[in-house]
């Protein structure tokens, strides 16, 4: 069996055609891809004591002690961030509910121009109460020193967050406490297509 045959192929049957679903598959495809070829193996985490996911319930890889193997599983219509929304009295950029909704999935190490950073994803149900209310402290932050608003999805190994802008939806980084300072991205599906994978621990 060559190399190829165990490559993977994300995207389902009968796959919803939003363009940010499709740009986040196919980055799960090369991150997995990756792992395949330079591994030969699934990606894994550690967890002490382990932290149950649909991710990890796959034939194949069997996890030893707290070391779990994982893929990626598609999420089957969530209203994510409903709760939000009205707590805020706002509606999420949809590029926002796209990608948090999307999967469940370990976080993923990737590059984009350079600059490695995580990529945030949600792991389960307990992961996504967290992120809920992270974003919604993220918000009230933004609201109380009057800055744009924003909605995280990655972070670098300084003091640097990925976001995704309210109104725009572009891509940006940006500090903490501060405006964005640079547009890394117009849009989500365009960020998600030029990231790179690589095989650094989340």
Known sequence: MGPLSRLFFLIPMSV????????????????????????????????????????????GNEPSDTVLFWRPIERKGSDLFISLESALELKFHPDVDAFYGAFWSNGLSVEFNELPFNLIQIWNEEDEENLKQNLLGHAFAKRKNRLPMSWFIGATSGNDVICIDQESGQVVLEKPGYKAHEVLAENLEAFLIGLNPTTDEY
């Open 16 to 59: 919803s055609m939003n363009p940010v679903f499709l740009a986040l598959d196919a980055l799960f495809t090369r991150y997995m891809n990756l792992h395949q070829m330079e591994k030969d193996r699934l990606p894994s985490v550690s967890f002490d004591p382990p932290w149950p996911s649909l991710c990890t319930e796959i034939a």
